[in-house]
């Protein structure tokens, strides 16, 4: 079992940045973030492997994000640059992850946050 809780988030305007937080309890796994706007399906952003490091990007956000992890704390982070309003959102922290199609669906991980908002304004 693994128990994800965000931290982070918020308000900002166009251009700003934020950071997201996710810690992890239980088995230590491969984490990510997905993000859900109001009318729209829940789409990956980014996810980092847990053994070798390597993060992987959706194309919306290549440039703009870095995910990170931080293993010894079992935490990983999502550090958004130049936010756009399409960048509005519910996000949420992932972990588990089992490789199929690209990019990942939901259904890919199995564990998940409670999700935490997001909102660029113009």
């Known amino acids: 079992q693994v128990q994800l809780v965000e931290s982070g988030g918020g308000s900002v305007q166009a251009g700003g940045s934020l950071r997201l937080s996710c810690e992890a309890s239980g088995n230590r796994t491969t984490m990510g973030w997905f993000r859900q706007a109001p009318g729209k399906e829940r789409e990956w952003v980014s996810h980092?492997?847990?053994?070798?490091?390597?993060?992987a990007y959706a194309d919306s956000v290549r440039g703009r994000f870095t995910i990170s992890q931080d293993s010894a704390k079992n935490t990983v982070a999502l550090q958004m640059n130049s936010l756009k309003p399409e960048d509005s959102a519910m996000y949420y922290c992932a972990a588990q992850y089992r490789a199929g199609t690209w990019p990942p669906r939901r259904d890919d991980f199995t564990y998940w946050g409670q999700g935490i908002q997001v909102t660029v304004s113009s």
């Open positions: 980092i492997y847990r053994l070798t490091g390597v993060p």
